[in-house]
Structures are given as C-alpha cells and as structure tokens.
T-cell receptor, first 109, second 120 residues
Framework: ELKVEQNPLFLSMQEGKNYTIYCNYS?????LYWYRQDPGKSLESLFV?????AVKQEGRLMASLDTKARLSTLHITAAVHDLSATYFC?????????FGQGTRLTINP | GAGVSQSPSNKVTEKGKDVELRCDPI?????LYWYRQSLGQGLEFLIY????????KSGLPSDRFSAERTGGSVSTLTIQRTQQEDSAVYLC??????????????????FGPGTRLTVL
C-alpha cells in the first residue's frame, strides 16, 4: 500500500531564509505532484514531476524527484510572506493519488 | 474561459438523507477527479473519470458513494444515507488529458472551489 509522508508538518520561518519540505513515499511511484492550498481555499497545482532526477522551478519554489530514494523535495529560496500556505505532495500509484499530510508554512516578516 | 465550478458551495443535511454534489469541469478536459478533504482524514482521492468511464471505483469510501459523468462533461457525486463522518469538503478537478498509466498524466489539474458538506 502506497503511503506518503511529509515533514515537517509545521514550518515557521523568516522572510529571506531558505528551507526544504520533504516528501517520502513507500512504494514505487513514477509521478509526484505538489500542490498549494491557501486557508479556506481550494488546491492549486504547483509541479508535476514525471521521472527520476526531474527538477522544476517556479519563482522561489523548486521541486525535485529521486525515485530511487522515493523522495521529493520542495525547496523555498529567500522566502516571502506570500508563500505562506499549506503545501501537499501526492504520489501516484494503483490508479489513484495518495496525499501527504500537508506542511503548513508560515513566513514571518 | 471559466474554471472548474462546483455546486452547491455549501450543503447542510441531516443524517440519513441523500445528497448530490455537482462538478462542471473546464470545457474540453477529458479527465475529471473527485477528492475529499476532512480534518480527520486529510486529503483523500475518491475517483477519477476518463471521459465517461471510471476505471477504478475502489477509492470510494463506501457503497453509499457513487459517481457518474455524462457526456464527457458534468459529473455528479452522490452520497446516500449520509453519516456524520461524511462531513468534509469535496473537491473536484479536471485536466486536459490522461494517459494509460493512471490519473494525473502529467497534465496540470485545475481544482474547483469545493463543496462543504455538513451532516448534522
């Protein structure tokens, strides 16, 4: 059974700092997804990682995938307040997506 | 163009009643997905459609849940004999296409605003 774990679950950081959110999954998965959710809002798709070694970047966010380690990371560079949100990763397996618990990111001025 | 829309935005119902939740995907999107988000269970994938067919219904929480999609467009998620544990936000998403490998297909999913279901 595919399981997905994120860490940390809560992250409070200062503007301008760098940090990484980790997403581990338990069984083979060829696709890994990252989403953002603002409070009271729906989900926004951020990245889709399709293969081992895939790296995608959008603004201050960069996601990577290591299928051998069953690990994806979401790296935040020089954080700004607007990035405060909950971030979810999801791995694809057996005709469904399995989500991590989410990482609630708070960026303080 | 319009995004994914869902109706109703909020639904309060009594335990034991049936409810129907509707999703209108982006025009031309062949893949449609249903998810559920609750405090206790987090985000759960329920079911996806390729066109009008749903290849795998095993993600539905119980046999009280059913979903259909007609005309390759609108989808309805029906919950019969609602229970309090069904209370959650039900999210729908669509994407342009999908591949044989499964949901998502590498295409961006666009999410609707969700339907908040409260079962009293």
């Amino acid at each position: 059974e595919l399981k997905v774990e994120q860490n940390p679950l809560f992250l409070s950081m200062q503007e301008g700092k760098n940090y990484t959110i980790y997403c581990n999954y338990s069984t083979t998965s060829d696709r890994l997804y990252w989403y953002r959710q603002d409070p009271g809002k729906s989900l926004e798709s951020l990245f889709v990682l399709l293969s081992n070694g895939a790296v995608k970047q959008e603004g201050r966010l960069m996601a990577s995938l290591d299928t051998k380690a069953r690990l994806s990371t979401l790296h935040i560079t020089a954080a700004v307040h607007d990035l405060s949100a909950t971030y979810f990763c999801a791995a694809e397996g057996a005709q469904k997506l399995v989500f991590g618990q989410g990482t609630r990111l708070t960026i303080n001025p | 163009g319009a995004g994914v829309s869902q109706s109703p935005s909020n639904k309060v119902t009594e335990k034991g009643k049936d409810v129907e939740l509707r999703c209108d995907p982006i025009s031309g999107h062949t893949a449609l997905y249903w998810y559920r988000q609750s405090l206790g269970q987090g985000l759960e994938f329920l079911i996806y459609f390729q066109g009008n067919s749903a290849p795998d219904k095993s993600g539905l929480p119980s046999d009280r849940f059913s979903a259909e999609r007609t005309g390759g467009s609108v989808s309805t998620l029906t919950i019969q004999r609602t229970q309090q544990e069904d209370s959650a936000v039900y999210l729908c998403a669509s994407s342009l296409r999908w591949l044989a490998g499964g949901p998502g297909s590498g295409d961006t999913q666009y999410f609707g605003p969700g339907t908040r279901l409260t079962v009293l």
